[in-house]
């Protein structure tokens, strides 16, 4: 038998922290390492107990959920966690920030038990995770924000069908959803994510989603 994945829930809201200790703690592959009530816990929880993904929230005291974020996956870190951002979209106007600051993914606290659980397991599987249903309204709202790529698609040589697979992945596509709609299987689109992140050297689906924007492909 597999090891369960061990995950570290962060959030200043005890009921919420609860209920989500105990969906978490429910399935047989999942385990709960931890649970803390701010960023600076978080960091400090994550340092002893070397959890698989932290459930971080983003407004939270003492520490909040993006400096949390970049703390632990932020670029120069040394051994990174997976960190799966838990918000609130309309009234949370950092999300994008927390995505910058390395989260590998998002879900809304409104969402149901079994994507939480979905969303865990998908960012301890070293994929990202995007909200399809908000992905481009929450990078578009911040697109304002995010300053022009140094280098264009075409100067790292992705192809046409790469500039297309990455323009779908903008607007918030699965993989399956991408495999429908230029009607090839799966598995080629997965090689196709798998060339684009390598070429433009990228470490997820959300930098993609990031570069994107900033290289003017997606609005």
């Known amino acids: 038998m597999t090891a369960p994945i061990r995950v570290l829930v962060c959030d200043d809201q005890a009921l919420i922290r609860t209920g989500f200790a105990t969906i978490i ?3 047989p592959d999942l385990e709960v390492a931890g649970e803390c009530g701010d960023g600076r816990a978080a960091v400090d929880l994550a340092g002893r107990l070397h959890p698989d993904v932290v ?30 951002v838990v ?3 309309n009234l949370d106007e950092y999300v994008y920030e ?6 590998s ?12 659980l979905h969303g865990i397991r998908t960012v301890a599987s070293g994929a990202a ?22 280098g264009t698609p075409d100067d790292v040589g992705l192809t046409p069908r790469e500039l297309e697979v990455l323009r779908l992945i903008a607007n918030g596509l ?8 230029l009607v090839i299987s799966q598995e080629t689109v997965k090689t196709y994510v ?11 689906r959300v930098q993609a989603v990031v570069y994107a924007y900033r290289a003017g492909l997606a609005t």
């Open 87 to 89: 918000t609130t979209f």
């Open 174 to 181: 699965s993989n399956s959803e991408i495999a429908a709609a």
């Open 194 to 204: 798998s060339r684009i992140l390598t070429k433009l050297d990228l470490r997820d």
């Open 129 to 150: 995770l995007l909200a399809p249903e908000v992905t481009r309204q929450l990078v578009g709202r911040y697109a304002s924000r995010i300053r022009p790529a140094e």
């Open 98 to 103: 927390a995505l910058r600051a390395g989260a």
């Open 25 to 27: 703690d429910a399935q």
């Open 105 to 116: 993914g998002f879900l809304l606290k409104d969402a149901p038990p079994a994507q939480l």
């Open 55 to 84: 459930v971080m929230d983003v407004r939270m005291p003492v520490l909040d959920g993006i400096t949390a974020t970049r703390m632990l996956a932020g670029a120069g870190v040394a051994r990174p966690v997976k960190v799966l």
